[in-house]
């Protein structure tokens, strides 16, 4: 009898993840007509179709599996930022703190953002002892208007997150790092006038420019176990048109 009621509860957990990742494809590919970066970020919130993976009953679940299904892209994201003991690093959309709880280990000072309570809820259990011993700080904000000063972090990363290039350049300090993970890149070029950071299914070509076009020099794209990688780096002086914000 346990072990009926075990596959049916897995059963029904499987068929809750199905829906929602059904109802976030719809929602996130939405073709001609994107909306603005705005309504981008509120699709995380709550009350949005992505934010429906980071909330409620689908959010418990999500906050359970994705620190060991993305633990190959932590890894990834990891290498390409190369952290070091020194290192403040900033980890926008940290969700449970899964890739905190991994490069905390090592001694960075990090600092999580995420928009969800629960995710948010989850991470601080997680990290509790990180938190305690002052190594780690949780924030609960949007990643559309980040809520640190200019050039607190010397490095930062948004796995599956939305993120403003620009406000990710203004918190760095100069010579800091940058990487972000997207899990489902266009295979094919996008269309570049499309208002967005946000949207799903961004190209190489469209996270080249957006990261060059905040002031990102030395950036670099890859592919890895179906998904795009881009990093980049705030240049250690100022140079033309190195970023936009300053001028």
């Known amino acids: ?17 199905a829906g929602g990742f059904a109802w976030w494809r719809r929602a996130s590919k939405q073709g001609p007509g994107q909306p603005s970066a705005d309504d981008i970020f509120s699709l995380f919130l709550p009350g949005g179709p992505q934010g429906y993976w980071c909330n409620g009953p689908l959010g418990k679940v999500t906050a359970k599996l994705m ?3 993305e633990a190959g892209t932590y890894r990834t994201v990891a290498g390409m930022l190369d952290l070091r003991p020194d290192d403040d690093l900033l980890d926008i959309g940290c969700g449970p703190g899964g890739f905190l709880a991994a490069e905390a280990r090592h001694g960075h000072r990090a600092v999580g953002i995420d928009a969800s309570p629960l995710m948010l809820r989850v991470a601080s259990r997680r990290l509790a002892d990180r938190i305690a011993g002052g190594t780690v700080k949780l924030v609960q904000g949007n990643a559309a208007a980040l809520p640190f000063g200019d050039a ?24 800091g790092r940058f990487v972000l993970a997207d899990p489902e890149p266009a295979r094919k070029p996008t269309d570049e006038s499309a208002p967005s950071w946000g949207r799903q299914l961004w190209g190489e070509s469209d996270y080249r420019r957006m990261l060059e076009e905040a002031g990102f020099t030395d950036v670099v ?8 990688y881009a ?12 970023n936009a914000r300053e001028q």
């Open 221 to 228: 794209i890859q592919f890895d176990r179906g998904g795009l």
């Open 67 to 69: 620190p060991i299904i």
């Open 152 to 175: 607190e972090f010397s490095a930062a990363i948004a796995i599956y997150a939305p993120a403003s290039p620009p406000e990710v350049f203004r918190v760095l300090r100069p010579g």
């Open 1 to 17: 009898m346990r072990t009926c009621k075990t596959w049916v509860g897995l059963a029904a957990a499987a068929s809750v993840v």
């Open 231 to 242: 990093s980049g780096r705030k240049p250690t002086e100022s140079t033309p048109g190195s």
